[in-house]
């Protein structure tokens, strides 16, 4: 049966390679990598390697808290590019709002693959905070809402960037633990 291992390996791997693309789509790539690595596990750990496939246990814990820490920069990317920028609460808000808006509105606005998506969600954080800090009792001018807007839009883009690179590194950390036994 360890031809079965290194199908389900093969498979993986290909499958987590997919899912990087996800990350790029502002979809949840790197969970729905954990969940095929839990089943590519339990089904390791039901037909081939029984209870000595411990090391693809410990890989999926640290493939979590990865993607926990991933989650967390990225969800804090754009708000602190706006806040690099200059902004205040409501254009940070803005920003994360906008992101996540952007995102979903970019998608079939601009028909690229991975792309349109991206372009959408770096749009949006900067329409966001640029909304967040002209509106509200301390609305500002339009003129100073640029800087944060703009430092909210390399946030995005550089916290999918980092989102992607922790996700690579979840990936490359379950195929390991998968040939590990």
Not at 21 to 33: A, T
Not at 64 to 93: D, F, H, N, Q, Y
Not at 150 to 171: H, M, N, Q
């Amino acid at each position: 049966m360890i031809w079965l291992h290194w199908t389900l390996t093969g498979l993986f791997a290909i499958a987590g390679a997919g899912c990087l693309l996800l990350v790029l789509m502002q979809l949840p790539g790197i969970w729905v990598m954990l969940i095929l690595a839990i089943g590519v596990q339990l089904a390791d750990v039901a037909w081939v390697h029984g209870s000595d496939a411990t090391a693809g246990w410990w890989a999926i814990g640290i493939a979590a808290v990865l993607a926990i820490i991933a989650e967390i920069l990225e969800g804090l990317s754009s708000a602190a590019g706006a806040k690099v920028g200059g902004g205040g609460r409501r254009g940070m808000w803005g920003a994360f709002i906008g992101g996540v808006l952007g995102a979903i509105v970019g998608t079939p606005l601009i028909p690229i693959p991975v792309l349109g998506t991206l372009i959408g969600a770096i749009a949006g954080a900067f329409v966001g905070a640029l909304i967040g800090e002209t509106t509200g009792a301390n609305a500002g001018a339009m003129r100073d809402a640029v800087a944060p807007a703009a430092g909210a839009a390399a946030g995005r883009a550089a916290g999918t960037l980092i989102k992607t690179g922790v996700g690579l590194a979840v990936w490359v950390v379950l195929i390991a633990g998968l040939l590990i036994r």
